[in-house]
């Protein structure tokens, strides 16, 4: 017997095999078979029974199989019929797209070359890859949503690390199952006093001495299951003195972990708690009224020294309200107060008067601070009742030793018709200087303040020499 490599087909061997026969081959062993000319005309299609779509094929036959590729496919069909037609030794088969028709989508057909007979037909075998490239798109939309959940979980990772970070508190994960360290935040590392790589993978009880070290993870365990969770008393070596853990139990991966908060009893509150606690205490019993307002002069708080300023019976009454509404000359007011800080940063005292709920009025005294808060600007007004303060005070000139004499000196000399005229214009003179003195040199807030026009103003200005 000769091997099985050497056995070949002989002419004769093989008896003839009827039309019908080699169509039903044909169509069995390709999902699409073709019979073309050389010149790429159709001469007759034919397509496995599975094969979809199967309405429209039979308008191939007789036109050009240009006309049923897309452009992309064009060169490649082109050149590979043309090697095959010059009798070339390999010709490839190649991948070819078809366009879309009667509503179905495009379909990428792997066609392989070979000849039938002596008349230049060929015949083009073809073999559906729509399954293929599902199973390619499939794959891509896997290694897509692998790297989605990969960039989630970075982005999660990221958020933890900067969590731990930021939290002032020790804190340590501890695995149950071996009361192994998994992580810590720097915290952690800075309170028993060592390196956060050397801590990873340490023992949580060894950081702890005395007789419940021995069992301090199933008493965290046992704290942390319990249904009103408590803390656990340790003594820390690395403080060397009494520690409380506030454990949490939860599930990770499949295990159980410790989510232990580490405190030092005894421990001095931080200065910065201590100042804001004082801050805190002066803000609600201090007894000058304290508002914080936006930029656009609502008000974003106040104490309770300005509710009783105000008789405004509660804060929710009071917040969203413009700060105008409380003052007596309102928008002026308002205007000169945040223009004053807006420029300098503060305006040490402003005298105004304050308009109750209730529509009685009382002098204040109003000092203002220009705050950033984050990304916002805000106003502090700190507001003072000038009433207790007024009998402390020496009443102001009203008027300076020079304008009282020259007044003085017109008696006798001119008629009183004059005299008051010009004390009128003294004391007109005397109201400017301060309204532009309180404005900041701001001539529109002065004139709405005196209420006089800003023409008005300018010509009285240069009147008194002002300008």
Known sequence: MRPQGDVTWTVGLIPMIEPDVVTEIISNIS???????KQGQVLGVMASPSFMPQSGLDTWEGRMLDEELTVESLPKFRQRLEAFVEDKDTVLPVELNHTARNGQPEFPIRYSFHKIGTDGALLML???????????????AAQIALEKDYEAQREYDTRFRVLMSANAEPTLFVRVSDGKITDTNPAGAVFFDTAEKNLVGESFADLFQGKQSAHLISNLTEAASANTPGPVDAFSVAKRGEVTISPKLFRSGGEHMLLCRVTQKNEAAPQGDALQSQLDALYKNGVDGVVFIAETGNILSANGAFMNLSDVTHTGSIQGRSIADF?????????????????????RLYATHLVSEHGTERPIEISTTRLQAQDSTVFALIFRDANRIDALRAPAAQLTEVDRK?????????????????????????????AVELTSNNRVAAAEMLGLSRQSLYVKLRKHGLL
């Not at 003052?327 to 305006?347: E, I, K, P």
Request: include cysteine; glycine fraction near 6%.
């Open 31 to 37: 999902d699409l078979a073709l019979i073309i000319s």
């Open 406 to 434: 020259s007044v003085v000196e017109l008696i006798g000399s001119q008629a009183l018709k004059d005299i008051v005229a010009k004390t009128t214009d003294v004391v007109e003179k005397m109201c400017i200087e301060t």
């Open 327 to 347: 003052l007596s000359r309102g928008s002026v007011d308002l205007n000169v107060l945040l223009d004053n800080a807006t420029r300098s940063g503060a305006m």
């Open 126 to 140: 073809g073999r559906d890859l729509r399954p293929i490239a599902e199973i390619q798109q499939q794959l891509v």
